[in-house]
């Protein structure tokens, strides 16, 4: 989301509203660029249309009797997620670092009081790149709900989130992405994170796979055939995902210009060489390329290059988008392999995805920043291995601190309420046990 190369400086001026100095960038110095301005609320709007996106293809995956249930995940997301956001989560993921740094805080920024005439340096109000980052805070945990489809009670699914928001994400998000946070100092110009590769997609894909484990499998898998309810709604659902991620990635350039550019092809080419190779794979393996395989590639694809899109070329979002899209692929096979009950797939697509882009970014680097990245150095003396060594350690925070907190949230909810569902209302299915509704209009849904 904040790409490292030219967003700097706005967080060096977010770092001088510490404990909540008001004049954060004065409108009145710093005009509003209604270029900027517009591309970013059109971002805002493309991240937002996301969700039901993601509740789509989702949706179209689970058996007929938890479709609504499974929608109702990304849905809730929407409203706790926002709320949380403006009480607590932005102060904490980009106020100034308190206990040590483990997550911002800024009184400014609790229930978003003090920020009404803020403009950013970039000439964007700082209302408008609240809500963007909002939009992120949302669809992370809604991810996570693809690891535990049908099979988790839907009071017990609400806290989660809730919780795992403001002890997983905030903090995650506060390191990564805020200007003290001591990821985004890491080497010479920080871990490299563009969109959210860590912050997001191996967060979510971590907890979701810690998730699925805790919880166990649904009952009857894998020896009872669980089949997709309705393809077409999933890859409808997949459009929207690629055409709101334009506004995941293009939009997290904080601007209207060059990077834009670059972050938009970047994740063009990327979705559509990980889908071509995804069903290229099949046709080898399993002698049919199918529709939820291309789908699967597509948002393999997207994922990987989330972290990468304003900082490589677009042969690397190239070569990014098939490398992905193998590793996602192998990853699927493995859990099939294992047995273990990632029902659709959360840690394979979006935790393997993450940590590719994360880590194959450092060698398709484009020179202008290979050149910046060497002068910030206080030898002059970095390389991609220096990267990739900041990458790596990145990676394996991001891993373990989701893993871990998310083994505590499940274990200490777990102690309060029960989280799976119960035998009855998982063979009822979750339609009817959690929300008294049918997604479909028949008799008996199965």
């Not at 409203?79 to 911002?104: D, E």
Request: aromatic fraction near 12%; hydrophobic fraction near 50%; proline fraction near 3%.
């Amino acid at each position: 989301m904040i790409m490292k190369t030219g967003m700097k400086r706005i967080f060096a001026i977010l770092l001088l509203s510490v404990c909540g100095s008001s004049a954060l960038i004065a409108a009145e110095n710093t005009p509003v660029d209604t270029g900027a301005t517009a591309w970013m609320l059109t971002s805002t709007a493309l991240v937002l249309l996301m969700v039901p996106g993601l509740a789509m293809f989702y949706g179209g995956l689970v058996r007929s009797k938890n479709v609504l249930g499974t929608i109702m995940h990304s849905f809730a997301a929407m409203g706790i997620i926002s709320v949380l956001w403006m009480v607590a989560g932005y102060s904490m993921s980009f106020g100034t670092n308190v206990l040590g740094g483990l997550f911002g805080w800024n009184k400014d920024y609790f229930l978003l009081k003090g920020i009404d005439t803020n403009i950013l340096e970039s000439g964007v109000p700082e209302y408008v790149f609240t809500m963007f980052q909002g939009k992120f805070a949302i669809i992370t945990p809604a991810l996570i709900a693809g690891a535990f489809a049908e099979r988790i009670s839907f009071k017990a699914y609400c806290f989660f989130i809730a919780l795992w928001s403001l002890f997983v994400y905030n903090p995650l998000c506060h390191w990564v992405w805020a200007s003290d946070g001591f990821l985004f100092n890491l080497g010479a110009k920080g871990a490299i994170d563009f969109a959210g590769g860590t912050v997001v997609h191996i967060s979510a894909g971590v907890s979701g796979l810690v998730a699925a484990i805790y919880l166990g499998s649904r009952r009857g898998y894998p020896y009872q055939v669980i089949r997709p309810n309705n393809l077409v709604i999933t890859m409808l659902g997949a459009g929207l995902l690629w055409v709101g991620w334009f506004g995941f990635n293009a939009g997290s350039s904080i601007s209207s210009g060059l990077s834009t550019a670059q972050a938009l092809t970047a994740t063009q080419i990327a979705a559509a060489s990980a889908a071509l190779t995804w069903i290229v794979i099949e046709g080898f393996h399993q002698g049919k390329a199918t529709a939820l395989g291309f789908a699967s590639g597509i948002l393999a694809g997207l994922v990987a290059v989330t972290p990468a899109a304003g900082v490589v070329q677009p042969y690397g979002a190239l070569l990014i988008g098939i490398f992905a899209s193998v590793l996602c692929y192998l990853a699927i096979q493995v859990k099939n392999r294992l047995g273990y009950d990632d029902s659709l797939d959360a840690f394979g697509i979006h935790g393997v995805g993450g940590m590719a882009g994360a880590l194959l970014l450092t060698f398709f680097i484009r020179p202008s920043w290979m050149a910046e990245a060497a002068g910030a150095s206080p030898t002059g003396s970095w390389t991609i291995w220096n990267q990739l060594g900041v990458q790596a350690l990145a990676v394996g925070v991001a891993v373990a601190y989701a893993a871990i907190m998310t083994l505590v949230l499940l274990y200490g909810l777990n102690k309060i309420m029960k989280i799976k569902s119960e035998e009855a209302d998982e063979m009822a299915g979750l339609d009817r046990s959690y929300h008294g509704e049918r997604g479909y209009g028949m008799v008996n849904p199965s």
